[in-house]
């Protein structure tokens, strides 16, 4: 009866992590949405809907810390609760960052844009598309599936680079560029950031399930 009950908490742990990432994946996609569209009142609502994601982040952590202190967990057991801590701050610090791309659009406001916004939307969409499969790879305790997340993270790395490239170009060319280009790079940056916390994840998974630590980002 105790396992079940502590099995069923479990469930329910996991379940509010799911529902924190699911915030997360919306943030980011609707604060480069909002950035594409100069939409001001969506990156307000990005902006907005952060209080909810420090919210779980706390209620989480706390549902955690009563685990340990009740429970008393050993082995992998201990390993969920220890991971779901991790995992939390990870996705606590993706919100962040879309806070900031929600930020940086407001900075924007209704300035015509440099270029038009095509690998910037593409970067935000693989690196969403890491949050959610670095969050399955947790959920399904798949090993080999958060591995391949690491080659994804290879190629935002490289869609990065691109980006920098070219705005590089935009500056040189036109010197008046070079305070949107500087904020559209920090948007590139944060960003990447997104995918090295969803490789973090993955980390997390391997470490959950194997018990021993792998570095995805050599």
Not at 34 to 57: F, I, M, S
Not at 179 to 204: K, P, W
């Amino acid at each position: 009866m105790v396992r079940v009950n502590f099995d069923n908490l479990l469930k329910e742990l996991q379940k509010d992590i799911l529902r924190m990432g699911g915030l997360v994946e919306e943030m980011i996609t609707d604060a480069v949405e909002a950035l594409a569209t100069q939409d001001l009142e969506l990156a307000q609502d990005v902006l907005d809907r952060d209080e909810t994601v420090n919210e779980l982040d706390l209620d989480i952590e706390d549902q955690c810390m009563k685990l340990i202190a009740t429970q008393q967990p050993m082995g992998k057991d201990l390993r969920k609760i220890g991971i779901a801590f991790n995992i939390i701050k990870d996705l606590e610090r993706m919100a962040d960052y879309a806070c900031d791309i929600a930020k940086t659009c407001k900075r924007i406001g209704k300035e015509p844009l440099i270029k038009p916004l095509i690998d910037i939307p593409r970067m935000a969409e693989m690196a969403k598309s890491m949050v959610s499969k670095s969050l399955d790879s947790y959920v399904r305790e798949d090993v080999e599936l958060a591995e391949e997340i690491a080659a994804d993270d290879d190629k935002v790395d490289e869609l990065y680079k691109q980006i920098f490239r070219e705005l590089l170009v935009i500056m040189m060319e036109n010197p008046k560029s070079i305070n949107q280009a500087t904020h559209l790079l920090f948007i590139g940056r944060y960003l990447e950031r997104v995918a090295d916390h969803s490789t973090n994840i993955c980390e997390a998974v391997i470490f959950l399930v194997t018990g021993k630590r792998k570095d995805l980002n050599p």
